[in-house]
């Protein structure tokens, strides 16, 4: 089902923003012979946190626009949405600087496998690959779903992506990342949201559902005219501000 809304409950934005802290990222050393070394995942907590909820932004961080994805890898419309949707977004608009775009969990009760499977992917996000391992959960969530080990697959995922097969183990084994997803499922049921994929556009504009591209770039694209055209009046009126200031340099501020 697809809804549109003009408007987001009041205050539901509050809880969902991802506040990013600037941390070092992690990255890959090649050794001599020109390979890789595996990313290995931190088994600090505030560092760990602070890495995978970094990951889980995409874009400028200056575009006009965020989209807030709140969604669940074993919802079989958040795949739909991922197949259908979500590539061509990312190329004409977060790809581009329009748009930003934060991925926010909810692990819906009536899928068991949630859980494991987004801890998958905040592991991962830990050493910057969030994202990568986003779209393994979705392309192959056939098969995770019907896995007999599921937690034996997700770190053959990981060694996949070059992440160290042992500090990835613990990370799931020990629940390091389950105070964000906590934390993010706190934070959607207290905004009302209740079903997964569910979409807030320019912190305004709610679809629920695994909505046509066509939904998402009418939206978007009112939202970038309207916005630069405040963005434009905002910078016309400072040249007038500072020609007032100069005319009475003596006269306080209204």
Not at 97 to 122: D, L, Q
Not at 160 to 168: K, Y
């Amino acid at each position: 089902m697809i809804h549109v809304t003009s408007s987001v409950r009041r205050g539901a934005m509050a809880g969902l923003i991802v506040l990013v802290s600037v941390v070092a990222g992690s990255a890959c050393t090649p050794d001599a012979n020109g390979a890789q070394e595996a990313s290995v995942v931190p088994t600090d907590l505030q560092v760990a946190s602070e890495r995978a909820d970094k990951a889980r932004i995409k874009g400028d961080d200056d575009a006009m626009v965020r989209i807030v994805e709140i969604s669940d890898f074993e919802c079989p419309y958040c795949a739909q949405f991922y197949s259908d949707t979500y590539h061509a977004l990312d190329s004409l608009y977060v790809q581009t600087g329009k748009v930003s775009y934060v991925w926010i969990s909810y692990a819906n009760p009536g899928h068991p496998r949630a859980w494991p499977s987004i801890e998958a992917a905040f592991c991962a996000g830990t050493v910057g690959k969030f994202w990568p391992m986003h779209s393994i959960l979705f392309e192959r969530q056939a098969e995770w779903r019907q896995a007999e080990n599921l937690f034996d697959l997700f770190v053959e995922y990981a060694v996949e992506l070059n992440i160290d097969a042992e500090s990835f183990t613990v990370c799931m084994r020990d629940d390091i990342l389950a105070p964000m997803q906590v934390r993010d499922y706190t934070n959607v049921v207290r905004a009302g949201i209740s079903s997964t994929p569910y979409f807030i556009i320019g912190d305004s504009v709610a679809v629920r559902g695994a909505a046509p591209l066509e939904t998402f770039t009418a939206a978007i694209d009112t939202m970038l005219v309207i916005r630069t055209a405040e963005a434009a009046s905002a910078d016309a009126e400072q040249p007038a501000a500072a020609e007032r200031t100069e005319e009475n340099p003596d006269q306080p501020d209204q």
